[in-house]
């Protein structure tokens, strides 16, 4: 599907912007503080139901009390998002909903310059863009991966009472070993997915015969029982640590180029080279699983790329609606 209009009221900066893009390339041009991601946050927020920035308060114009914002495709088909300083409010096929429905969601690839720095980010911000991936692969990820954060998050809470006891996490232990080790489980074949063609597709962008793979690195497990054991065993530290210190929660990836870890070898033009091939994997992988071709939002990510990438960029998104958003026009 394609979007045909995009419109943003009394959001972020925007008191009213409308944006027409049907064409197959969408270029919104803007200086520094235009307003150019917030642009893409409304989009993002139509086609997946929540901001990847920010909470719903701190998108609404300030000295104003609502945001509203609608996007139209090309079948048609409108989608609404309100927010009234409490509650947010989609509105699609005449239905209302707190939450977008996952049949209206649509994927989208978006691709932020902080991604290009994904091999140094910690931990968690590489754990967030891996299941940020594999949700919109499957939609059961996105379900495991929240009831998990549920549970962890009591169990976390219950860690820091005195009276904690191992049997009153007993229920709790049991929701993190099967979330868990589903999560386990998916994280390594969606990996594995990756590594399949992460070699070829980031050999076709940087022109070299380079190995790359990514590592997914755990010390969980994809059997429930054993899990479960794990956390139980644990339970004399987690209750002195006051937290829970064995789960997928603390899982990383890395990055390995001619079998080194990219930490202390790859060049900065080697990192961007596999970020695009990684966004390059997602995208048919998309296809392959779900049928349908994402929308590719790109933010600010030409200036950060040389002449060779960008056009990889372009010639590999070529049949697919892309939305651009540069501070310099771009040929
Ligand atoms: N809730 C808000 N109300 C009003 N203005 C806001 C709000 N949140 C952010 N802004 C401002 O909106 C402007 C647009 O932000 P945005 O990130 O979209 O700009 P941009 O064009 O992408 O900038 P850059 O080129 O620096 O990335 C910024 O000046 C920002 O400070
Ligand atoms: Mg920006």
Redesign the pocket.
């Known amino acids: 599907m394609i979007i045909n209009t995009v419109k943003l009221i009394n959001f972020?900066?925007h008191s009213s912007y409308s944006l027409d893009c049907q064409k197959n390339v969408t270029l919104i041009l803007?200086s520094?503080?235009?307003?150019?991601?917030?642009i893409l946050e409304a989009i993002y927020i139509l086609t997946r139901g929540k901001s990847f920035r920010a909470t719903d308060k701190?998108?609404?114009?300030?000295g104003t009390d609502f945001y509203r914002i609608e996007l139209e495709y090309n079948n048609g088909e409108l989608i609404i998002a309100t927010f009234d300083g409490k509650n947010k409010t989609f509105t699609a096929l005449d239905k209302k909903t707190r939450r977008l429905p996952t049949k209206q969601k649509y994927p989208v690839i978006l691709f932020l310059p902080s991604d290009l720095n994904l091999v140094d980010h910690s931990p968690g911000r590489r754990r967030d863009y891996f299941d940020h991936i594999y949700s919109q692969l499957d939609a059961s990820y996105s379900t495991s991966l929240s009831r998990y954060n549920k549970a962890l998050k009591q169990r976390n809470e219950l860690l820091k009472t005195e009276s904690v006891t191992l049997d009153s996490l007993f229920s709790w232990n049991l929701l993190l070993a099967q979330y868990g080790a589903e999560l386990h489980t998916k994280r390594k074949s969606y990996t594995a997915e990756i590594n399949q063609r992460l070699t070829s597709t980031y050999r076709s962008i940087a022109q070299n015969q380079d190995e790359v793979e990514l590592i997914y690195s755990s010390d969980a497990s994809s059997s429930e029982s054993s899990y479960l054991r794990t956390l139980e065993q644990n339970f004399p530290r987690d209750s002195i640590l006051g937290h829970t210190s064995f789960g997928v929660h603390r899982d990383d990836y890395q990055f390995l180029f001619n079998h080194q870890s990219a930490d202390n070898s790859a060049s900065r033009g080697e990192t961007r080279s596999v970020i695009l091939a990684l966004k390059f994997i997602e995208a048919d992988l998309i296809y392959e699983k779900l049928g349908l071709k994402p929308i590719i939002l790109l933010d600010?990510v030409f200036s950060e790329l040389d002449e060779t990438r960008r056009r990889c960029l372009i010639e590999n998104f070529k049949n697919h609606q892309v939305i651009i958003?540069s501070?310099e026009s771009i040929e």
Do not use: F
Not at 58 to 62: V, W
């Open positions: 972020r900066n803007g520094n503080g235009w307003g150019k991601t917030s701190d998108i609404i114009k300030r600010d958003t501070v």
